[in-house]
């Protein structure tokens, strides 16, 4: 036992890229204890085994060498590499689900949700118990506490995933800030992959995603300004050659202040004859805006003018 005890530290401390001297600091050993464990003339009492166990966040089984977590150092790392390239596609999955949660709220989170499926079986029973803890009005402390107690039978690599899936339905359900969220997700795997991590998660279209995302989510139940705000309401049923004709005719700020006044249905037809980058234009101005009912009123007249021009126009044309 002695023997795979050095092994197994000297393992994990390699993974981890530490020298003997910074494990010692992190565990509160001297040096020169580190090094007796590595070449068996010692081993660590079940305090300091246990300490070490969590430190490098496997059980004390594993630390025991009553497990097949490590045949050679070389594997070690290899599927740590492996997993956490694995569970960095999981990050991105949750990082999703949480924009999802923060626009929509109970029975449409839960319909949400439910239209997903992902490839791994963890993340599914994850999310699934989220909706029935919903549904039973669960907090997410105790839906953290459960999940975490599922962990607590599955092999280390798994282990180590679902502890990090729980974590990330615990964000969800707090309502965490997202940079919070992402750098508790990052955490799990490891300071090495911190930048692949930012890197895929900030990837061109996987923001865009995320951002049409928002601005849909954030937006269908909008209502109408006013009462009088409703001018542009018959639009939900015109074209989208119409629309497009329109939207080359009106400045931004017009259409900002417009769609300010109008329902959801009427600005997702709106939205869905712009380009991607425009979206985003306009929904940062949509958050930004500062008008009055007035500013509306006149910007949905500026609209309803160019439409009547364009058909008359195309009427002519016929």
Same mark, same amino acid.
Not at 12 to 27: D, G, V, Y
Not at 92 to 106: A, P, Q, W
Not at 118 to 124: F, K, R, T
């Given at each position: 036992?002695?023997?795979?005890?050095?092994?197994?530290?000297?393992? +994990?401390?390699?993974?981890?890229?530490?020298?003997? =001297?910074?494990?010692?600091?992190?565990?509160?050993?001297?040096?020169?204890?580190?090094?007796?464990?590595?070449?068996?003339?010692?081993?660590?009492?079940?305090?300091?085994?246990? #300490?070490?166990? $969590?430190?490098?966040?496997?059980?004390? $089984?594993?630390?025991?060498?009553?497990?097949?977590?490590?045949? #050679?150092?070389?594997?070690?790392?290899?599927?740590? *590499?492996?997993?956490?390239?694995?569970?960095?596609?999981?990050?991105?999955?949750?990082?999703?689900?949480?924009?999802?949660?923060? @626009? +929509?709220?109970? $029975? =449409?989170?839960?319909?949400?949700?439910?239209?997903?499926? *992902?490839?791994?079986?963890?993340?599914?029973?994850?999310?699934? @118990?989220?909706?029935?803890? *919903?549904?039973?009005?669960?907090?997410? $402390?105790?839906?953290?506490e459960i999940l975490m107690n599922y962990s607590k039978n599955l092999n280390r690599n798994e282990n180590i995933k679902f502890r990090m899936i729980a974590k990330g339905i615990y964000c969800i359900m707090e309502k965490k800030s997202a940079y919070y969220t992402e750098e508790v997700l990052c955490s799990y795997l490891g300071y090495d992959m911190r930048k692949m991590f930012y890197e895929c998660c900030k990837d061109e279209r996987y923001e865009t995603l995320i951002t049409k995302q928002e601005i849909r989510y954030k937006y269908m139940k909008q209502t109408c300004y006013s009462k009088n705000t409703d001018l542009l309401e018959f639009f939900v049923k015109i074209e989208n050659r119409m629309i497009q004709l329109i939207l080359r005719n009106l400045d931004q700020d017009t259409l900002v202040n417009a769609l300010k006044g109008v329902s959801g249905d009427v600005l997702l037809r709106f939205m869905d004859n712009l380009s991607e980058k425009m979206i985003f234009y306009i929904a940062k101005d949509l958050e930004l805006w500062n008008g009055t009912e007035a500013d509306i009123l006149e910007a949905e007249r500026n609209v309803l003018q160019i439409y009547q021009r364009i058909n008359s126009s195309l009427a002519e044309e016929k």
């Open positions: 036992m002695k023997m795979e005890i050095g092994n197994i530290i000297y393992g +994990l401390r390699k993974s981890k890229k530490l020298t003997q =001297e910074q494990l010692a600091i992190e565990i509160g050993v001297s040096t020169a204890a580190v090094s007796k464990w590595e070449t068996d003339n010692s081993i660590p009492d079940i305090a300091i085994l246990c #300490s070490l166990a $969590d430190f490098f966040e496997v059980s004390v $089984d594993d630390m025991l060498g009553r497990t097949d977590m490590m045949e #050679s150092h070389g594997k070690i790392r290899a599927q740590s *590499y492996d997993e956490k390239v694995a569970m960095l596609d999981i990050a991105r999955y949750l990082l999703e689900l949480k924009t999802v949660s923060e @626009f +929509l709220k109970g $029975d =449409e989170l839960q319909r949400e949700i439910i239209k997903k499926h *992902y490839e791994d079986q963890h993340l599914n029973f994850a999310v699934e @118990f989220m909706i029935k803890a *919903y549904q039973m009005k669960l907090d997410s $402390d105790e839906v953290y």
